[in-house]
């Protein structure tokens, strides 16, 4: 008895082609750079090992250049998207740790609060506002959003906080308006913070809430570098500002999108030394500023 054998995925089919063309990954990366394409190394091995898929137009579009570096014909990764492993991959993403770098350690950590309203609450906007310090530390940041019910019941947001640098204390997180402080969840050793803010009743369908809270750091401050906003779930607007009480020497704003495909541009401080960026219907994806002292 002949068995077909079952189509070639995606992942399987990359990494046959990389080994195929004896490029690495870094290599890989700077092909793709001269041709104008910025994909992280992150990204890559993330296709390569079957962890993600490129679904976003400009990933898309990366992989026809990524098929041109491998000496592949046109459509031979494009065509594989649409495998099952694909479909399933795409579900797999709208899980709450879909755009965090270690997923497995978030949902050990997000299990432990309710989320199970998450999914019922509608983005409309979202307004981070960072201040950095004199000694160039992390002050605090302050967020207002405003989530509207799909559904009767909501009565709680739940706010992920991670540091990249592990050996630093946590946060202090405040409840400003609209909301207090449900259970609250800490793992110090992976730089994690997981906090339900509790509203002051369960929402009606239809029904919007304002809410605000504060995240300030300890003294001595960690060093500020950067500040990202990760959105599993689309938001209508988003507005992110940066205030510097000491200028730094070079900033930019980017965009990254579930695969890791990244857009960047360089800012300017303004005159009252703040950078400010506005995103409208944006995400699924992430959304920041990175400086340089």
């Not at 990366?29 to 390569?48: F, K």
């Not at 947001?157 to 800490?186: A, F, K, Q, S």
């Not at 960047?264 to 944006?282: Q, T, Y």
């Amino acid at each position: 008895m002949l068995i077909s054998p079952e189509p070639p995925v995606f992942a399987e089919t990359l990494r046959a082609a990389i080994a195929a063309r004896g490029l690495s990954l870094d290599r890989i990366r700077d092909h793709l750079a001269r041709r104008g394409v910025s994909v992280s190394l992150a990204t890559l091995s993330y296709w390569q090992t079957g962890r993600s898929q490129p679904d976003r137009r400009a990933s898309l579009v990366a992989l026809e250049h990524l098929e041109q570096v491998l000496w592949l014909e046109p459509g031979t990764l494009n065509e594989l998207l649409a495998a099952p492993a694909h479909r399933g991959r795409r579900r797999e993403d709208n899980a709450i740790s879909a755009l965090w770098p270690v997923p497995a350690v978030i949902d050990d950590v997000v299990g432990e609060v309710d989320t199970r309203w998450d999914a019922r609450l509608t983005r409309i906007s979202q307004h981070d506002h960072v201040t950095v310090g004199p000694e160039r530390g992390e002050r605090s940041f302050m967020s207002r959003q405003v989530l509207r019910a799909e559904e009767d019941g909501p009565d709680r947001w739940v706010v992920i906080v991670h540091l990249d640098e592990h050996d630093r204390p946590l946060p202090l997180i405040r409840p400003l308006r609209n909301c207090r402080l449900g259970r609250v969840v800490t793992r110090p050793e992976d730089g994690l913070l997981v906090a339900e803010l509790l509203f002051r009743g369960p929402l009606r369908r239809g029904q919007t809430v304002i809410t605000e809270h504060e995240l300030v750091n300890r003294a001595p401050y960690p060093l500020a570098t950067n500040y990202e906003r990760k959105f599993r779930r689309p938001v209508h607007e988003y507005v992110l500002e940066v205030t510097f009480a000491t200028v730094p020497r070079t900033c930019t704003q980017y965009v990254q999108d579930v695969d890791g495909t990244r857009q960047s541009h360089r800012v300017r401080p303004d005159e009252g030394n703040s950078v400010l960026g506005v995103a409208l219907r944006f995400g699924p994806g992430c959304y920041g500023f990175e400086w340089s002292w």
